[in-house]
């Protein structure tokens, strides 16, 4: 008879591998499914590593407050040093409607509880050594945002979720559920059959394909962007530096550098790409680095070491889908929008209490915003 487990976790990425850490801490049984060989295999290692609060959505902003404070506090409590960097993200403002628009969204940011302000082209400059000070009308500076290694980050929760009891078992692509009345009974892979009492959907760009199993539609439709990481050389710009100014071939693009040294950059294309192909493509490269020496004139003498190209599972409006839906014990923990490495810990953190039945104040604020079933409108404004 097959082992049951009180919950399957579908997904050993940016937000699965957290979910199973923190319910197997919270006493569950717990059993972690990926098609993939190790953790943190599919989007996750295409991430480039940025943290931030810096969002438009309140909702958005407590999740990822809450992993902010796990990822800074991580080498303290766990041990691992998972190459957190505390620089901050800088949105830069070159033409009057993005600062409008920039300055329009604080008091929203900061009633999240954000540490936020506006800043002016010296504060910039001094922040950014270098940056073209021509047209530059200042930008927002949000000093508690940063960054991590999202290899090392998956590769830790991991560990402490196996420490904490939770099994994974790698090579084992879900292929289907069983489901009998309105629950998921089992779960299902090339290898084997998993009873369960939650399932919890963490699968990505598989994202429609693992939620029709249960019988559940999420609208989650993937599309590509590539990014790239120069050759390390002595720091000389900490934050985040994210331009959304848009021009023909891009939305916006952004890059910091890694405690490494090296640059990593990535840019949001427009049209965008749509689907699972990871294959590079020939106009990223030019386009980017354009971008990026036309702001940074000091980034033209870095080499460029490596490109690559990963998908980011979208939704209509720019945010997550996290809640139940479908069958009553499966859970959507979908739809990151690029965003699941920085989103992974908080909404781990808060799937558990949901499924534990330990919400905390302003959890149901969170999920009502992010509810699988909601009406989509709007955007977010900083996607």
Not at 25 to 47: F, I, M, P, T, Y
Not at 277 to 306: D, H, I, Q, Y
């Amino acid at each position: 008879m097959s082992k049951s487990y009180d919950a399957v976790v579908i997904g050993a990425g940016s937000v699965g591998t957290p979910t199973a850490m923190y319910l197997a801490s919270g006493g569950l049984s717990v059993l972690c499914l990926d098609g993939n060989a190790s953790a943190g295999q599919g989007s996750n290692k295409c991430a480039i590593g940025g943290i931030r609060a810096t969002h438009s959505e309140p909702a958005k902003v407590r999740l990822c407050l809450d992993s902010i404070s796990i990822f800074s506090t991580w080498r303290d409590s766990e041990g691992d040093d998972i190459g957190w960097l505390r620089g901050g993200y800088t949105y830069v403002a070159y033409d009057q409607g993005i600062a409008d628009l920039l300055k329009k969204i604080l008091p929203v940011q900061r009633s999240a509880g954000l540490d936020i302000d506006w800043a002016d082209p010296d504060k910039i400059a001094s922040i950014v050594p270098g940056i073209r000070r021509e047209g530059l009308l200042g930008g927002t500076w949000s000093p508690g945002d940063g960054s991590a290694s999202p290899m090392e980050s998956a590769c830790a929760f991991c560990r402490k979720a196996r420490r904490a009891g939770a099994e994974f078992r790698f090579g084992e692509a879900v292929t289907g559920m069983e489901i009998r009345g309105n629950r998921v009974a089992a779960v299902v892979t090339g290898s084997g059959r998993y009873p369960c009492g939650w399932v919890v959907n963490c699968s990505g760009s598989r994202a429609r394909e693992v939620a029709g199993m249960a019988g559940a539609e999420v609208q989650v439709d993937p599309d590509c962007h590539e990014a790239g990481v120069t050759e390390a050389v002595e720091r000389f710009f900490t934050p985040m530096v994210v331009d959304i100014r848009s021009i023909p071939g891009s939305v916006n693009y952004y890059f910091y550098q890694h405690t490494t040294g090296q640059v990593v950059f990535c840019i949001t294309p427009d049209p965008p790409i749509q689907g699972i192909c990871t294959r590079e493509t020939s106009e990223f490269l030019p386009l980017v680095a354009k971008r990026m020496v036309g702001l940074l004139p000091r980034l033209a003498n870095l080499k460029v070491r490596r490109t690559w190209r990963g998908t980011y599972p979208q939704t209509p409006d720019g945010s997550p889908l996290i809640g139940r839906v479908g069958p009553e014990n499966h859970i959507a923990a979908l739809g990151m929008c690029g965003q699941g490495f920085m989103l992974g810990p908080g909404t781990g953190a808060l799937v558990s209490r949901l499924i534990t039945g330990t919400m905390r104040p302003g959890d149901s604020e969170v999920l009502a915003a992010f509810d699988p079933a909601r009406r989509f409108g709007g955007g977010e404004a900083l996607k």
